[in-house]
């Protein structure tokens, strides 16, 4: 049997206080894990673009953990290939970043997504 963590953080997740804590995590995975960013959370943002940069920044400079995003912003307007592609990325990852932005957008766009089923598992 594997064992699975789930972190749940409030505001703030890439601020240089939580650095010890995203390492401590990363650092239960062993050497190099694939380590992704779900932009779901912050896609209806303008600025969508900008948070993704800055979160990869984060994690590969503050965090020393090369991230890929995976982009899912609006599901309505995803492809089917574009949607598979994101629950293979989440399948395939040994660690999920999911954040900052809304969580309730969050929900109501994965809704019809097997995403919260694979998170979950």
Same mark, same amino acid.
């Given at each position: 049997?594997? *064992?699975? @963590? +789930?972190?749940?953080?409030?505001?703030? !997740?890439?601020? $240089?206080?939580?650095?010890? #804590?995203?390492?401590?995590?990363? /650092?239960?995975?062993?050497?190099? #894990?694939?380590?992704? +960013? +779900?932009?779901?959370? &912050?896609? %209806?943002?303008?600025?969508?673009?900008?948070?993704?940069?800055?979160?990869? !920044? &984060? %994690?590969?400079?503050?965090?020393?953990? #090369?991230?890929?995003?995976?982009?899912?912003?609006?599901?309505?307007?995803?492809? *089917?290939?574009?949607? !598979?592609?994101?629950?293979?990325?989440?399948?395939?990852?040994?660690?999920? %970043?999911?954040? $900052?932005?809304? $969580?309730?957008?969050?929900?109501?766009? @994965? /809704?019809?997504?097997?995403?919260?089923? +694979? @998170?979950? !598992?």
């Amino acid at each position: 049997m594997s *064992s699975h @963590l +789930l972190v749940v953080m409030g505001s703030g !997740e890439t601020t $240089p206080t939580m650095v010890t #804590p995203h390492q401590r995590v990363l /650092a239960t995975l062993g050497d190099a #894990p694939r380590a992704v +960013l +779900l932009d779901t959370p &912050y896609g %209806f943002q303008e600025n969508a673009d900008d948070l993704s940069a800055k979160s990869v !920044e &984060y %994690f590969r400079h503050n965090v020393g953990t #090369p991230v890929d995003v995976v982009s899912l912003r609006r599901v309505q307007d995803a492809t *089917s290939v574009e949607i !598979e592609r994101a629950q293979t990325a989440v399948t395939d990852a040994d660690w999920v %970043f999911v954040g $900052p932005g809304s $969580p309730s957008y969050l929900v109501q766009q @994965l /809704a019809a997504t097997r995403i919260p089923q +694979l @998170l979950r !598992e």
